[in-house]
């Protein structure tokens, strides 16, 4: 599976953003896609995953009630929408996609098996 991340950019805080994983090579479907984001000097963390049935979601604390990750499946695409963004947003953000991560282990990224190119996200104050 080939990864394609998108859709960073420059915004203010409080704005929204809305990111594009477009995948090839194989369908989403039956797949645990996930975003995970790595800021400057840190560590990547886990932000946000959708189980192999696209019935289960999970988030991380920080993003929870703010961002939302979906699926498009005709269009083989999974989207991250982040809104009321924040400068702790800040980072560059990446997909990923694994066809054996078993619920518990949406927020690991050692679980997944394929990951896109990051795209930046830079928020201002």
């Known amino acids: 599976v080939q990864l394609q991340a998108s859709g960073g950019g420059v915004v203010q805080a409080g704005e929204s953003l809305r990111l594009s994983c477009a995948a090839s090579?194989?369908?989403?479907?039956?797949?645990?896609v996930a975003w995970f984001r790595q800021a400057p000097g840190k560590e990547r963390e886990f932000v946000a995953a959708?189980?192999?049935?696209?019935?289960?979601?999970s988030y991380s604390k920080s993003v929870k009630g703010r961002f939302t990750i979906s699926r498009d499946i005709a269009k083989n695409t999974v989207y991250l929408q982040l809104n009321n963004l924040k400068p702790e947003d800040t980072a560059v953000y990446s997909c990923?996609?694994?066809?054996?991560?078993?619920?518990?282990?949406?927020?690991?990224?050692?679980?997944?098996?394929?990951w896109g190119q990051g795209t930046l996200v830079t928020v201002s104050s």
């Open positions: 959708s189980d192999r049935t696209n019935a289960g979601t």
């Open positions: 090579g194989r369908t989403l479907r039956g797949v645990a």
């Open positions: 990923a996609a694994g066809a054996r991560v078993i619920t518990s282990s949406l927020s690991n990224e050692d679980a997944y098996d394929y």
